[in-house]
């Protein structure tokens, strides 16, 4: 009995330690394990960042090689909400052509291609002139009655889009969009004015604007916001103007700011010796701000340095 009972404790002395060397080696086998597999984790985490740095590296390394639209650009615009009503092909063609004599690329929006959206964007399309070409009223000539008054006589410049009194509500309740009637139309389209000019996206990169339509300059608030938003000089009528006249004599003024590389002032008076007044208006065009109608082109392109509105006024 005591042999049998002695056998019996080895055998299970044996079996525990059989046991327990099993259970040690599964247990090392299983820490062994967690440790490769929390090593290539670890191993296949840092791989990840490091290949999301090198692509965050190349990328930000393209983009500073790359200077961006409004730096590089040297374009040209014709904004042609005109030719709804007044198309002017040839206008259209010179001002391609002289466009490109000097170096910029031309692009041409015409009629319902005149958007809010086009005009929102305007500053960071990297313009170095635009030519409006569209309709431009103040308030107390061809705009419709509001149920509000507009504060001051702003210009605005008219879009290709018909009005709809449910469409940019809120821009309309800001007054950053009013309706406006041609003179002797009866076709109502949206338009903008200075605080539009001012909410427009980025700035201009020292824009030449040019104003082609009727009383572009006949108050100062839109050429403000222009200048505030980075152009470089406004040109424009101070009062009513025919559709023929204003295109002959934009297109001799831009050919004497363009191709024969004057000052704006002395392109003004190349354009009345040449070209004369409107017969029936005899209006003026007026450089703004006064300060810097002795600049060229090429000189306005370089302005450093910004006029603040309270400045403008006093030229």
Not at 229 to 252: E, P
Request: hydrophobic share 40%; net charge neutral; aromatic share 10%.
């Amino acid at each position: 009995m005591r042999k049998g009972y002695y056998h019996q404790r080895i055998r299970f002395k044996k079996d525990t330690s059989y046991l327990s060397l099993i259970t040690i080696m599964k247990s090392s086998k299983k820490r062994v394990k967690k440790r490769k597999t929390g090593k290539r984790i670890t191993e296949a985490a840092f791989g990840i960042i490091m290949i999301g740095v090198i692509v965050f590296a190349v990328q930000s390394w393209l983009s500073s090689s790359q200077p961006s639209e409004t730096q590089s650009a040297n374009k040209a615009a014709l904004i042609d909400q005109l030719s709804i009503t007044y198309p002017n092909p040839s206008f259209t063609e010179e001002f391609i052509r002289m466009s490109e004599a000097v170096g910029l690329t031309p692009e041409i929006f015409t009629g319902s291609e005149v958007t809010l959206d086009l005009y929102r964007r305007l500053p960071s399309m990297g313009y170095r002139i635009i030519v409006f070409r569209v309709h431009q009223s103040t308030p107390a000539e061809v705009l419709l009655p509001l149920d509000h008054p507009v504060t001051g006589y702003p210009v605005y410049l008219f879009t290709g889009e018909p009005y709809n009194e449910h469409k940019y509500v809120v821009e309309q309740l800001t007054d950053l969009v009013v309706p406006a009637r041609e003179i002797n139309g009866s076709n109502v389209y949206f338009s903008i004015g200075p605080e539009f000019v001012q909410s427009m996206d980025g700035e201009f990169p020292n824009t030449v604007i040019v104003l082609a339509g009727c009383s572009g300059l006949y108050s100062a608030e839109l050429a403000d916001s222009f200048i505030v938003k980075g152009a470089s000089v406004v040109l424009g009528w101070q009062r009513f103007v025919q559709m023929d006249y204003t295109d002959k004599a934009i297109d001799r003024l831009l050919r004497a700011i363009l191709l024969e590389k004057i000052t704006f002032y002395r392109s003004v008076l190349v354009m009345i010796s040449e070209v004369g007044r409107d017969p029936t208006y005899e209006t003026n065009l007026l450089i703004y701000p006064e300060a810097r109608r002795n600049l060229t082109f090429d000189q306005a392109m370089e302005l450093e340095e910004k006029i603040i509105v309270q400045d403008l006024r006093m030229h």
